[in-house]
């Protein structure tokens, strides 16, 4: 089982050419006049707010401060496929609103220490190109560019059939440097829409086993949609449909000696958003996974042999 320990991503991490901050259509908060309804950024948060109640120049609290007349709504344009983010109320949260593009290409030039993975989820495009460069604005040492969309084998599959969607790519083996530029460019064409829900970049770990047992036949992966329901009082019902994804469990196999290693891994996975992939092996590319490791109940099954039964829980993507 392979995973994704994400590095650090601190302001001075997005390069000039990044999405920017504020991004087009988003204002900076300043004291003033707001009506109900409008929006604002807090660039040292990275969070947009609405107004709730109208404010004047009298108010000069910022939003953040102000709860009775902001709500805190979402992430920037900039962090907004960097989930989950830390709210302005401390609580940490993990919202699926991909970022999306009609007119530009998306494009973040991050800069990253030993970084040997990119993972995006929820591309649609023409194509997602990844390259590295020994530092910022150094020497090209990596260049790879992929279809989201299969090409056409005929002029049949072109006007009718349905040609593979990669909504999810893992990227991995990149040359690592301590100070690298690496850039991420979701393509399209015209007005074609370019757009990532998640995107995950830092180093490609493995839990032990992988080189012994590993994840074992039998790995299942259930689709599920997440929808929130209200019943109204003439007796309506309205759904709101915000994503889908699919949880994962299975069964890794590895040696006992490597049982206590395994063990300090999975603690430290326990409760968080990652990005995992039950195998580097071709044909399971979109079983590549963000989402929270809920369980991983581990047994020793003999003298030199562990098991360990894990279940991951999908997170909207």
């Known amino acids: 089982m392979y995973y994704i320990e994400r590095n650090p991503l601190p302001d001075t991490a997005f390069l000039a050419g990044s999405v920017a901050e504020p991004a087009a259509g988003e204002a900076v908060w300043a004291v003033g006049t707001y009506a109900v309804g409008q929006e604002v950024i807090r660039p040292a948060l990275h969070r947009v707010f609405r107004c709730a109640v109208a404010r004047t120049a009298s108010h000069t609290l910022p939003p953040e401060l102000d709860t009775t007349a902001w709500a805190d709504m979402r992430p920037t344009k900039r962090y907004q496929p960097f989930g989950p983010q830390v709210r302005a109320d401390g609580k940490l949260v993990y919202q699926n609103q991909p970022l999306q593009s009609t007119t530009a290409d998306i494009e973040y030039r ?15 495009g023409a194509t997602v190109r990844v390259q590295v460069y020994d530092q910022p604005g150094g020497a090209l040492k990596y260049d790879k560019t992929m279809g989201i969309k299969a090409p056409a084998t005929s002029y049949w599959t072109y006007a009718y059939g349905r040609r593979g969607l990669s909504d999810r790519i893992l990227v991995h083996g990149l040359p690592i440097y301590p100070n690298a530029e690496i850039r991420i460019t979701i393509t399209g064409v015209g007005s074609q829409l370019r757009s990532v829900s998640q995107i995950e970049v830092g180093k490609l770990r493995y839990l032990p086993g992988v080189d012994f047992g590993g994840v074992q036949y039998g790995v299942a992966r259930i689709p599920k949609a997440f929808t929130a329901r209200k019943t109204e009082p003439d007796g309506s019902t309205s759904v709101l449909i915000y994503g889908t994804s699919y949880d994962m469990s299975g069964s890794i196999v590895l040696s006992g000696k490597q049982e206590d290693t395994a063990l300090t891994q999975l603690r430290g996975l326990l409760g968080r958003g990652a990005a ?39 997170l909207p993507t």
């Open 110 to 124: 991050l800069q990253q220490r030993y970084a040997n993975v990119v993972a995006l989820f929820g591309t649609q």
């Open 276 to 314: 995992y992939a039950p195998t580097l092996a071709a044909g399971y590319e979109q079983s590549l996974l963000f989402g929270i490791l809920k369980s991983a109940d581990v047994a020793r099954d003999s003298v030199n042999l562990s098991s360990v039964r894990f279940e991951i829980e999908g």
